[in-house]
């Protein structure tokens, strides 16, 4: 096989989340406790880092992955979901891994998953965990894909894991309260394992408190503590509350005998995009006019992206927006700016949601703008439409950002 005929395999045969929703959901970790197996359980051969949370787990992931790297070690990071090539997923020391380990993977092991049905994810959690074995790595960081008690990912007995904070998002998986989603995402606390909370919230504040509690792991709130200010290439204000989390994460991992110094910090904020390849978060494409993109697609995000965005000098805001069908609209209206023009558009994948839906929800609502065929098309008018002085933001899912980037 060559390694599209492989991606092609992987995309047609394995129900995949990111394209069909809840059909590809599995709510139990039986799957990946048995793929686990026939890989002879490698991610139990490797040191690892849990990181789950509503809002900035791949950010969070990302910065740490950069600061290991800049104090020597060898790094596995595994994230979702990947923005234009499927390898963004397995990547080491910021190199993504290569198509022949791809190819290698699936022809080793397309019998099992043809026989057992696993799920795209369950899979890609069995091929990261099985390349960062066969590559060495000192550490893998190990992104949370959707909640954590049953995520794919939650069979691992991590060093640290780290919950950065709790939001309204995926609850039909998770629950409809913050106490309800907190009690999902503290399934990767494990015992006697320490564990960082990003932010303190008092709806689930006590829910982290006693779970940790129950399992005699330490807890910190990386909020609480006292940092010193560092900068990062990561622009986002709210990266500010991930910097937070990170260097609270940084101060537990020194008392489990990593050696990471404050330069290894400083280095690894200020260079996140050149070691690991990290895009689409506070993303500048062009400037007069200022184009910018993000993959913020729920409501805590959307708030600290918008705010952000508001906050800018400009003439005229144009907003490319696209959504996936399952996305709870009535939640991101409020937080979006009426007197921009937008640019509706339906991102290129299953899950998502037609542009005239989309065009006649947010007219519904009071706001202006045009659908388009694709997300590039609605792109090349919001540039005819700009002058230099106007903001051209992009953004609503991921997977629209992933078309232009």
């Keep these: 096989?060559?390694?599209?005929?492989?991606?092609?395999?992987?995309?047609?045969?394995?129900?995949?989340?990111?394209?069909?929703?809840?059909?590809?959901?599995?709510?139990?970790?039986?799957?990946?406790?048995?793929?686990?197996?026939?890989?002879?359980?490698?991610?139990?051969?490797?040191k690892t880092i849990h990181v789950g949370g509503t809002n900035g787990k791949g950010s969070t992931s990302n910065m740490l992955s950069s600061i290991l790297q800049e104090a020597g070690y060898?790094?596995?990071?595994?994230?979702?979901?990947h923005l234009k090539d499927f390898r963004e997923r397995i990547r080491i020391n910021g190199q993504m891994i290569s198509k022949g380990s791809?190819?290698?993977?699936?022809?080793?092991?397309?019998?099992?998953?043809?026989?057992?049905?696993?799920?795209?994810?369950?899979?890609?959690?069995?091929?990261?965990?099985?390349?960062?074995?066969?590559?060495?790595?000192?550490?893998?960081?190990?992104?949370?894909?959707?909640?954590?008690?049953?995520?794919?990912?939650?069979?691992?007995?991590?060093?640290?894991?780290?919950?950065?904070?709790?939001?309204l998002d995926h609850t039909q998986f998770l629950g409809d309260s913050l106490d309800k989603i907190a009690f999902e995402k503290a399934g990767i606390i494990k015992k006697n394992i320490p564990v960082v909370i990003g932010k303190t919230q008092s709806e689930t504040q006590?829910?982290?408190?006693?779970v940790a509690s129950s399992l005699e792991a330490s807890i910190s709130f990386a909020d609480q503590m006292e940092h010193p200010d560092?900068?990062?290439?990561?622009?986002?204000?709210?990266?500010?509350?991930?910097i937070q989390t990170v260097l609270q994460a940084i101060d537990v991992l020194r008392t489990l005998n990593f050696k990471l110094k404050d330069i290894h910090i400083k280095e690894g904020l200020k260079n996140v995009e050149i070691n690991t390849g990290f895009q689409g978060r506070w993303q500048i494409l062009h400037d007069k006019p200022l184009v910018v993109c993000d993959t913020a697609h729920n409501s805590e995000g959307l708030k600290l992206v918008m705010e952000q965005l508001l906050n800018l000098p400009y003439n005229k805001l144009h907003i490319v927006f696209g959504v996936v069908n399952d996305k709870a609209l009535e939640t991101i209206l409020p937080l979006l700016p009426k007197k921009a023009?937008?640019?509706?558009?339906?991102?290129?994948?299953?899950?998502?949601?037609?542009?005239?839906?989309?065009?006649?929800?947010?007219?519904?609502?009071?706001?202006?703008?045009?659908?388009?065929?694709s997300v590039n098309e609605a792109l090349k008018a919001a540039k005819r439409a700009s002058?230099?002085?106007d903001i051209i933001y992009i953004g609503g899912s991921t997977f629209v950002v992933a078309e232009i980037i």
Aim: proline share 3%; net charge negative.
């Design 74 to 81: 060898k790094v596995g990071l595994s994230t979702s979901p």
């Design 1 to 46: 096989m060559t390694y599209q005929d492989t991606l092609s395999w992987m995309f047609s045969k394995l129900p995949m989340y990111q394209r069909q929703g809840k059909s590809a959901f599995k709510a139990n970790l039986d799957n990946s406790i048995s793929f686990a197996n026939h890989l002879n359980n490698p991610q139990n051969q490797i």
């Design 206 to 210: 006590s829910v982290f408190k006693n």
């Design 230 to 242: 560092y900068e990062s290439d990561l622009k986002g204000v709210y990266q500010k509350e991930n």
């Design 341 to 373: 023009i937008y640019y509706f558009c339906k991102p290129d994948v299953p899950r998502g949601l037609d542009e005239n839906i989309l065009k006649s929800i947010f007219l519904e609502n009071g706001f202006k703008g045009l659908g388009y065929v």
């Design 102 to 167: 791809v190819v290698e993977f699936i022809e080793s092991n397309k019998e099992y998953l043809e026989e057992t049905g696993l799920s795209f994810f369950e899979m890609t959690s069995g091929m990261a965990f099985d390349c960062f074995l066969k590559e060495k790595v000192d550490v893998a960081i190990i992104e949370v894909g959707l909640g954590g008690r049953l995520d794919s990912t939650n069979i691992i007995t991590p060093e640290l894991s780290i919950i950065t904070n709790i939001g």
């Design 387 to 389: 002058k230099m002085d």
